[in-house]
């Protein structure tokens, strides 16, 4: 008990405390892998069940809705009141979802089992974006990337996971990978020692600050971010719910190949991410915004015309780009709204789940009726949106002020 008391007792006070972002970023990884596993099952559920896409985009959005709904509420009232192990709790959610859609007879119960996934999503992310920023040592942006790239990688992982061992083995094969949520359990019970014990300290219960920009300022700077998440995530909707289709329509090749495209994007989106954070912490996060979002306008315009084995280096290129926007927007909210964590994470995290969600589908119902291909030339001027960062204050400037 002495050592486990010694370890609990070191803090992040100056430095990052790499232990406990490791383990939230391990954590947040099996998260996710489980969670992606749900959308790179689609051509699993599509021909089993005879879905639309409109069908498989209310999938989608039966998962991103109860996230999105839900994180903001969570957050707020954990700002108030932590739930150290609320973390454990989530993951149990993620769980049962997990289980459900292996046993799935009906389409009714794969909206089930995806809401209960998404319910897992809304428990789990801002109490661990809220552990990242306790244990960064002030190193903000560098925790979140640590924190958001455990699931990115998960997200990535997930269609070779798929590809290996649910299309070959069917549906029920899903319910082996619940054994990853016992494991994140175990791993979040010991985070949440840890965050207990610091809620302790003294330090922990630090004044809330006000925002330094005047109210309707800061309306407007939301907006704004709120912009470039919708261009952000509705183009990751594009991606993640029908890449696999895209390029079984376009190319003409196999669902298990695309599976590896995908994860080619994803794997990308992963490296990003480990870039957007630290990189914001040097050069500022507004910079790292503008970048991320508008530099990738003309690798997506180029996209839908480009052959198959070009298509997998834009891919690349745009994956990784885009994701290092999403840590540097969390932050940069965090220090727009000091002292609501919570809620900004939440409501960050959530938007994202219910911008992608309704863009599901939305462009599933498009691509029925014009076809996947003209939903992919539409959603490559997204990025273009990412202008409207420059109406995003600089706010070192607006606090020496």
């Not at 991606?239 to 298990?256: C, D, E, K, N, W």
Request: proline share 4%; hydrophobic share 50%.
């Amino acid at each position: 008990m002495s050592q486990t008391s010694g370890i609990l007792s070191r803090t992040s006070g100056n430095s990052a405390y790499f232990p406990v972002l490791g383990s939230i970023s391990l954590a947040h990884a099996l998260n996710d892998t489980m969670q992606s596993l749900l959308l790179a099952s689609y051509p699993l559920f599509k021909s089993g069940f005879d879905l639309s896409f409109a069908q498989i985009g209310l999938i989608t959005l039966a998962y991103q809705c109860t996230a999105s709904l839900l994180q903001p509420l969570i957050g707020t009232y954990t700002d108030r009141h932590p739930q150290p192990f609320s973390l454990v709790v989530g993951m149990a959610f993620t769980f049962s979802g997990l289980l459900l859609l292996a046993h799935a007879h009906a389409f009714y119960v794969l909206l089930l089992a995806a809401a209960l996934v998404g319910s897992g999503s809304s428990i789990f992310h801002p109490e661990a974006s809220r552990v990242a920023r306790l244990a960064s040592g002030g190193q903000h942006g560098l925790a979140q990337s640590i924190f958001q790239v455990g699931g990115n990688a998960g997200s990535a992982i997930g269609p070779l996971l798929a590809a290996w061992f649910v299309l070959p083995r069917g549906q029920s094969s899903l319910a082996m990978f619940s054994l990853m949520a016992l494991g994140g359990m175990l791993i979040l019970s010991g985070v949440g020692v840890w965050y207990q014990h610091q809620h302790r300290r003294p330090s922990v219960h630090s004044q809330s600050k006000a925002s330094s920009l005047p109210t309707s300022r800061l309306a407007r700077t939301m907006s704004v971010l709120v912009m470039l998440m919708f261009s952000k995530f509705i183009y990751m909707a594009s991606i993640s719910s029908y890449l696999i289709f895209y390029l079984m329509h376009h190319y003409g090749i196999s669902a298990q190949k695309a599976q590896y495209h995908l994860f080619y994007f994803l794997f990308a989106v992963a490296a990003g991410t480990v870039l957007g954070g630290p990189l914001g912490d040097r050069i500022g996060r507004k910079p790292v915004i503008w970048i991320s979002i508008l530099g990738i306008a003309p690798f997506t315009l180029a996209l839908p015309y480009v052959s198959l084995a070009v298509s997998v280096g834009l891919m690349v290129l745009i994956g990784f780009l885009l994701a290092s926007a999403f840590p540097a927007m969390v932050v940069y909210a965090q220090e727009l709204m000091p002292g609501r964590t919570g809620m900004v994470s939440g409501l960050f995290f959530g938007l994202a789940f219910g911008l992608g969600g309704v863009g599901a589908a939305m462009l599933g119902s498009w691509a029925d009726h014009d076809g996947i291909d003209a939903v992919y030339r539409f959603c490559s001027f997204l990025p273009l949106l990412g202008v409207l960062a420059v109406f995003l204050p600089d706010l070192k400037q607006a606090q020496s002020h």
